[in-house]
């Protein structure tokens, strides 16, 4: 079966920078879309970034455009997220996804990877 192994999270203080991290295997990788998504406490699922199969096209959310990075080794069956200038406001579990077909359609989830960013 599919599976999904998110890691990286943590506690950083306010515009610190973090990588997280998502091992995929139970199928082919290379030929799905990844993206990653952040769910705040009382808040909606939220798509942060997403990549295309062979990493030729890239998305983000406007609150993060410019700070957070997506990645994908297909070598490795790997999607990562750079976090730079990290504000308290993106605190929140983040989930990787493997994207089905189209970026925020309908895919296979992580179990989710705690942000935590405070001083």
């Known amino acids: 079966q599919v599976q999904l192994v998110e890691s990286g999270g943590g506690l950083v203080l306010p515009g610190g920078s973090l990588t997280l991290s998502c091992a995929v295997s139970g199928l082919t990788f290379s030929r799905h879309a990844m993206s990653w998504y952040r769910q705040a406490p009382g808040k909606a699922r939220e798509l942060v970034a997403g990549i295309t199969p062979s990493s030729s096209s890239t998305k983000y959310s406007d609150p993060v455009s410019g700070r957070f990075t997506i990645s994908r080794d297909n070598d490795k069956n790997t999607v990562f997220l750079r976090m730079n200038s990290l504000k308290p406001e993106d605190t929140a579990v983040y989930y990787c996804?493997?994207?089905?077909?189209?970026?925020?359609?309908?895919?296979?989830w992580g179990q989710g990877t705690q942000v935590t960013v405070s001083s």
């Open positions: 996804k493997v994207e089905i077909g189209v970026i925020g359609g309908p895919g296979f």
